[in-house]
């Protein structure tokens, strides 16, 4: 028995999102994931209203669901027609799902001005839309649409709605924030007032988040009485977005200690997450909350020294209580903590005062300062880290002997790339020249074709992404940075802005056995981009040839 009811609209509300559009099999997988998940009811969308719901509500009876309940969403029938006859409510029937939710207006000036009807029909088409509903499904939910702008307005009034809509057969009370305008303080007020005046309803909330407190208003609704929540995956959702469940679902189970979940699903929902930022087709979010990227990243020399004590002593929760995992991150603000931390990682257990450790901590600083982005380019930094620790077969696959790229236009007029490479490999030179969409594209075909003899699994790499980004670090602040590092510190050259800026090149690469991102810096976009690409190659080739040693070493 679960303590609260979590009702997705991730499908409805959450595609009324302006960068979120879903096709009819996106709404199958999506719905067939949080099913999987566990939630209770799953909102599919507004029969009739297009041809992805309509499909998507014919699709869905196909599949026997586990935890989950569809849910199909209307408006209250169109005061030009009786309930039986109107279309939405043929719709609605018509989908056959076992749950249906209505809006309909509890503000005055929402039937007025918007439906253009009567406070007092307005009160009829709700009951007569739910009186109708509750013989075709198996239960019916009210969305209060407005409910707390329109309780402020006129507190009788909304009042009376509800009143309405819980004679009328209503199984849920869902109060919504439809502006999300609303504070919590009067969330919890006027949630506490319904309780009192209706005490045998079901209350439900639905918040938006344009005032960033969809969540808030959330768990004020749920601590003042309310069992059941509306709320999207990530928050996506109309104008600012919804409640976010994947917010409100940890705080209700690991902070108050209910259970919304079955079992111990919580641990899923970080997967679940980026499983729907990827069918939504979405960049995620990494600073969100229990389960972005950077949820339980540490950058701070500070928090990660801590952390390596006692990591609650800037963890809220257990990362993996959510499926999430702990980051230590490189950057210009690391202490050696974070060196300890990051080595641990790899298996090295290092004391933070042996010279390695300071070695490496003042090399990856100064390297941060200069614009390298470790935390971006973690497979760069397993190969520093890997190299100064002389250890786990890091080795110099390829020595870089020349190379040369030069742009030129074909006889069309279009740009052409050419790029000639010649790399030593135990002893032996290889020499090649290739073409390219672009520099760099040249020299990456050229450089695997002259690696390809020796290391043919190199073709198994693939470059997914590319990203260059012109650095604001000023040329002050690198001077004083060597006054903190060592001499034999790297040194870029002068820069002086424009188009002598120094670059951060970033190359994401791929095989089948997952992805990485390696990082180049330099005033020279070429060089930046040659660094980058090195560190790719090599991380692919120790990669591999590590993943053999081992399997070897297991046989
Ligand atoms: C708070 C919410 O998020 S509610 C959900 C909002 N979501 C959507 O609107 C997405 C799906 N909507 C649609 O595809 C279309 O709007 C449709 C198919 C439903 C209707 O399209 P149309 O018939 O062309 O109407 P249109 O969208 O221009 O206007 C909305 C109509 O709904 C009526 N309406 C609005 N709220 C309600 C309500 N609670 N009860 C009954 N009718 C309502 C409006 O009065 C208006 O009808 P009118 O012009 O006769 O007064
Ligand atoms: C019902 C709904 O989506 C709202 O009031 O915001």
């Not at 200069?370 to 002389?390: H, I």
Request: with cysteine; proline share 3%; hydrophobic share 40%.
């Amino acid at each position: 028995m679960m303590d609260f009811y979590i009702y997705d609209t991730s499908l409805r509300d959450g595609a009324q999102s302006e960068d979120v559009q879903l096709s009819m099999p996106d709404k199958i997988k999506i719905a067939l994931r949080l099913d999987n998940f566990g939630i209770q009811c799953i909102e599919g969308g507004w029969p009739g209203a297009n041809p992805v719901d309509n499909d998507f509500f014919a699709e869905i009876k196909q599949y026997s669901l586990k935890n989950a309940k569809i849910s199909a969403f209307g408006s209250t029938h169109h005061a030009s027609f009786r309930a039986e006859d109107d279309p939405t409510m043929k719709a609605l029937v018509a989908s056959r799902m076992p749950i249906m939710t209505i809006f309909g207006k509890s503000s005055e000036k929402h039937a007025l001005d918007a439906l253009r009807v009567s406070p007092a029909q307005n009160l009829e088409l709700i009951h007569n839309s739910i009186a109708f509903l509750t013989r075709h499904a198996e239960k019916v939910f009210f969305d209060a649409e407005h409910f707390f702008d329109g309780f402020k307005a006129n507190k009788d009034y909304a009042l009376e709605v509800l009143k309405n809509a819980h004679k009328a057969g209503a199984d849920t009370l869902v109060l919504c924030d439809s502006n999300g305008g609303t504070l919590p303080s009067e969330v919890s007020q006027i949630v506490r007032i319904c309780k009192k005046e209706l005490p045998e309803a079901a209350f439900g909330i639905h918040a938006h988040n344009d005032c960033e407190l969809a969540v808030a208003n959330s768990l004020a609704a749920l601590e003042a009485g309310a069992t059941h929540i509306q709320g999207t995956m990530n928050g996506v959702g109309e104008r600012c977005g919804n409640a976010n469940l994947c917010s409100i679902i940890p705080i209700i189970e690991v902070k108050l200690g209910k259970k919304c979940l079955p079992g111990d699903m919580l641990r899923q929902i970080t997967a679940t997450s980026a499983y729907v930022y990827e069918v939504m087709n979405m960049k995620p979010f990494a600073r969100q909350a229990f389960v972005g990227k950077s949820a339980f990243a540490h950058k701070g020399g500070v928090h990660v020294s801590a952390i390596n004590r006692d990591a609650s002593l800037y963890e809220h929760i257990k990362p993996e209580e959510v499926g999430n995992s702990q980051r230590v991150l490189i950057t210009e603000l690391a202490g050696r903590s974070n060196i300890v931390s990051l080595a641990r990682r790899f298996g090295f257990h290092l004391d933070k005062d042996e010279p390695v450790v300071k070695g490496l901590f003042h090399e990856l600083k100064t390297k941060a300062s200069l614009g390298y982005d470790y935390a971006a380019a973690e497979a760069s930094m397993e190969l520093l880290l890997l190299r100064k620790l002389a250890r786990r077969g890091v080795r110099n696959f390829f020595t870089l002997k020349s190379l040369r790229v030069f742009e030129t236009k074909d006889e069309a007029g279009q740009p052409l790339a050419e790029a000639t490479v010649a790399v030593e490999v135990e002893g032996v030179v290889e020499h090649t020249a290739a073409t390219g969409q672009g520099p760099v594209n040249a020299m990456d075909i050229a450089l695997r074709k002259a690696l390809s003899s020796f290391y043919p699994k190199i073709s198994e790499l693939s470059l997914r992404d590319f990203k260059v980004r012109v650095l604001t670090i000023g040329q002050e602040e690198t001077s004083r940075n060597h006054d903190l590092f060592s001499p034999e510190n790297e040194k870029i050259p002068a820069r002086n802005g424009g188009t002598a800026s120094v670059v951060r090149v970033l190359i994401e690469s791929a095989d089948m056995r997952g992805a990485w991102v390696t990082v180049g810096v330099s005033y020279d976009i070429i060089e930046a981009s040659w660094q980058a690409l090195a560190d790719s190659v090599t991380y692919k080739l120790y990669r591999d040839e590590w993943q053999s040693h081992n399997n070897t070493d297991n046989e």
